[in-house]
Protein backbone atom coordinates (compact mmCIF):
# COMPACT_ATOMS: atom_id res chain seq x y z
CA UNK A 1 0.00 0.00 0.00
CA UNK A 2 1.54 3.36 -1.23
CA UNK A 3 1.09 6.72 1.95
CA UNK A 4 -0.37 9.35 0.00
CA UNK A 5 -0.08 12.75 2.07
CA UNK A 6 -1.28 16.08 0.43
CA UNK A 7 -0.39 19.84 1.00
CA UNK A 8 -0.75 23.30 -0.10
CA UNK A 9 -4.47 23.62 0.13
CA UNK A 10 -6.24 26.82 1.21
CA UNK A 11 -8.22 29.78 0.61
CA UNK A 12 -7.35 32.16 -2.91
CA UNK A 13 -9.68 34.53 -4.74
CA UNK A 14 -10.78 33.70 -8.23
CA UNK A 15 -7.49 34.32 -10.73
CA UNK A 16 -4.95 33.29 -8.15
CA UNK A 17 -2.83 30.09 -8.14
CA UNK A 18 -2.11 26.97 -5.59
CA UNK A 19 -0.03 24.37 -5.86
CA UNK A 20 -1.17 21.18 -3.93
CA UNK A 21 1.81 18.36 -3.24
CA UNK A 22 1.07 14.70 -2.46
CA UNK A 23 4.50 13.45 -0.85
CA UNK A 24 4.29 9.33 -1.03
CA UNK A 25 6.27 6.38 -0.06
CA UNK A 26 6.61 4.84 -3.11
CA UNK A 27 5.74 5.83 -6.92
CA UNK A 28 3.57 3.95 -8.81
CA UNK A 29 2.39 3.13 -12.95
CA UNK A 30 0.02 6.05 -12.46
CA UNK A 31 -0.21 8.64 -9.57
CA UNK A 32 -2.92 11.86 -9.84
CA UNK A 33 -6.16 14.10 -8.63
CA UNK A 34 -9.16 13.76 -7.82
CA UNK A 35 -11.20 16.04 -6.43
CA UNK A 36 -15.13 16.12 -5.07
CA UNK A 37 -17.11 19.45 -5.07
CA UNK A 38 -19.29 18.33 -2.07
CA UNK A 39 -18.25 15.97 0.88
CA UNK A 40 -20.67 12.91 0.62
CA UNK A 41 -23.02 13.97 -2.05
CA UNK A 42 -21.59 13.57 -5.80
CA UNK A 43 -19.03 12.24 -7.80
CA UNK A 44 -15.15 11.90 -7.82
CA UNK A 45 -14.30 13.76 -10.82
CA UNK A 46 -10.89 12.96 -12.60
CA UNK A 47 -8.48 15.81 -12.52
CA UNK A 48 -4.97 15.30 -13.83
CA UNK A 49 -2.68 12.31 -14.10
CA UNK A 50 0.65 10.95 -14.95
CA UNK A 51 2.23 7.57 -15.50
CA UNK A 52 5.61 6.43 -14.71
CA UNK A 53 7.01 7.63 -18.13
CA UNK A 54 5.80 11.43 -17.44
CA UNK A 55 2.80 11.03 -19.87
CA UNK A 56 0.46 13.59 -18.32
CA UNK A 57 -3.39 13.94 -19.22
CA UNK A 58 -6.02 16.29 -17.61
CA UNK A 59 -9.74 17.15 -17.75
CA UNK A 60 -11.01 19.15 -20.17
CA UNK A 61 -12.33 21.51 -17.37
CA UNK A 62 -8.78 21.86 -15.99
CA UNK A 63 -6.41 21.76 -19.38
CA UNK A 64 -4.30 24.78 -19.80
CA UNK A 65 -4.51 25.97 -16.10
CA UNK A 66 -3.40 23.21 -14.31
CA UNK A 67 -0.20 21.48 -14.32
CA UNK A 68 1.14 18.03 -13.03
CA UNK A 69 4.13 17.06 -12.18
CA UNK A 70 6.31 14.87 -10.37
CA UNK A 71 9.67 15.05 -8.72
CA UNK A 72 10.86 11.02 -8.13
CA UNK A 73 14.04 12.35 -5.77
CA UNK A 74 11.71 14.06 -3.39
CA UNK A 75 9.05 11.55 -3.95
CA UNK A 76 6.33 14.28 -4.48
CA UNK A 77 3.45 15.24 -6.27
CA UNK A 78 2.13 18.19 -7.52
CA UNK A 79 -0.60 20.04 -8.81
CA UNK A 80 0.31 23.89 -9.69
CA UNK A 81 -2.96 25.36 -10.53
CA UNK A 82 -3.84 28.99 -11.78
CA UNK A 83 -6.16 31.04 -12.96
CA UNK A 84 -8.70 29.33 -10.47
CA UNK A 85 -12.13 29.65 -10.57
CA UNK A 86 -15.17 29.28 -8.00
CA UNK A 87 -15.62 26.30 -9.65
CA UNK A 88 -12.51 24.83 -8.91
CA UNK A 89 -13.45 24.61 -5.28
CA UNK A 90 -13.44 21.30 -3.36
CA UNK A 91 -11.35 18.58 -1.67
CA UNK A 92 -8.48 17.22 -3.65
CA UNK A 93 -7.36 13.73 -3.48
CA UNK A 94 -4.08 12.37 -4.13
CA UNK A 95 -4.20 8.87 -5.34
CA UNK A 96 -2.21 6.11 -7.00
CA UNK A 97 -1.96 2.71 -8.55
CA UNK A 98 -0.40 0.07 -10.28
CA UNK A 99 -2.69 -2.48 -13.11
CA UNK A 100 -0.96 -0.79 -15.79
CA UNK A 101 -3.59 -3.02 -17.81
CA UNK A 102 -5.61 0.12 -16.88
CA UNK A 103 -6.05 3.58 -17.96
CA UNK A 104 -3.82 6.30 -15.76
CA UNK A 105 -7.22 8.67 -15.01
CA UNK A 106 -10.58 7.16 -15.61
CA UNK A 107 -12.75 5.79 -12.37
CA UNK A 108 -12.02 6.92 -9.07
CA UNK A 109 -12.92 2.80 -8.32
CA UNK A 110 -9.58 1.68 -9.90
CA UNK A 111 -7.30 3.31 -7.20
CA UNK A 112 -7.09 1.69 -4.27
CA UNK A 113 -4.62 4.19 -2.45
CA UNK A 114 -5.97 7.80 -1.45
CA UNK A 115 -4.52 10.70 0.57
CA UNK A 116 -6.84 12.00 2.78
CA UNK A 117 -7.53 14.89 1.03
CA UNK A 118 -6.92 18.84 1.38
CA UNK A 119 -9.61 21.48 0.39
CA UNK A 120 -9.44 24.27 -1.95
CA UNK A 121 -11.30 27.29 -1.72
CA UNK A 122 -12.10 29.83 -4.87
CA UNK A 123 -13.53 33.29 -3.47
CA UNK A 124 -15.20 35.24 -6.28
Known amino acids: QVQLVESGGGSVQAGGALRLSCAYS?????MGWFRKAHEGVGAHEAVAFMKDDGTATYADSVKGRFAISKDNAKHTLYLQMSSLKPEDTAMYYC???????????????????WGQGILVTVSS
Open 95 to 113: VAKEKPWQPCGGSPYWYND
Open 26 to 30: ASTFC
